[in-house]
Structures are given as structure tokens and as C-alpha cells.
């Protein structure tokens, strides 16, 4: 069965951190492209951060440029996104997405084959 399992959310204060983890079965994560989404309440989704297959280049949204971290560990077939300086508008619920891209070539929901169920990610005082 494929699936993608996300973890690690959860509530923290403003500038704290999070890691995320996206955990792959059934399929090898390694031959994917990895991208990571959130969707906030009433917002569309969009993408954050991204992990190319072919030489491991990343993509980062502004917003999150300089303060995410996208990782990826083939032998666990995990990918990770750790989140560093949050801020309250990065809650959202956060999701992985794996395609098979060989490199980030956008954000499209098209261009992403596997999907998790996504993790609640907020930040409040």
C-alpha cells in the first residue's frame, strides 16, 4: 500500500521550532521528488519548500526562505522539514507530496502523485 505519513506537528510559541517528518511506504521515496505544503483556514494551498530526485537541489517559498530546512534520507525513506523561527502565520496544516519530477519545478497539486494526510502545525502565545 502507498502511502505518505506525516509527523511531528504540533502547538508552539513564536519563535519556536518544529521537525517534521514524512515517512514513505510502499514506494521508494528516493526516486520522487519531495515537496512540502500547508493550507491555513480559508487559504489555498501552497507550496513551501521542495527536494529535487536527481541531485538533491532545494526550493524554498519566501516566506520561509532562511528559516525552513528541507531534508531528505533515502535509507529511511523519510523526508524532513524543520522549521526554525515561526512564526503565527506559518499555522497551517502541513502536507507532503511526493512526484516524479527530476527536479522542484513548481507547486502545482498536478505534478505531486503521493500525498499525506497532512499535520497541524500552530504557532500561538
Known amino acids: 500500500q502507498v502511502q505518505l505519513v506525516e509527523s511531528g506537528g504540533g502547538l508552539v510559541q513564536p519563535g519556536g521550532s518544529l521537525r517534521l517528518s514524512c515517512a514513505a511506504s510502499g514506494f521508494t521515496l528516493g526516486y520522487h521528488t519531495i515537496a512540502w505544503f500547508r493550507q491555513a483556514p480559508g487559504k489555498e494551498r501552497e507550496g513551501v519548500s521542495c527536494?529535487?530526485?536527481?541531485?538533491?537541489?532545494?526550493h524554498y517559498a519566501d516566506s520561509v526562505k532562511g528559516r525552513f530546512s528541507i531534508s531528505r534520507d533515502n535509507a529511511q525513506n523519510t523526508a524532513y522539514l524543520q522549521m526554525n523561527s515561526l512564526k503565527p502565520e506559518d499555522t497551517a496544516v502541513y502536507y507532503c507530496?511526493?512526484?516524479?519530477?527530476?527536479?522542484?519545478?513548481?507547486?502545482?497539486?498536478?505534478?505531486?502523485?503521493?500525498w499525506g494526510q497532512g499535520t497541524q502545525v500552530t504557532v500561538s502565545s
Open positions: 507530496a511526493a512526484g516524479p519530477s527530476d527536479y522542484c519545478s513548481g507547486y502545482e497539486v498536478w505534478k505531486y502523485d503521493y
Open positions: 527536494v529535487a530526485r536527481s541531485d538533491a537541489s532545494t
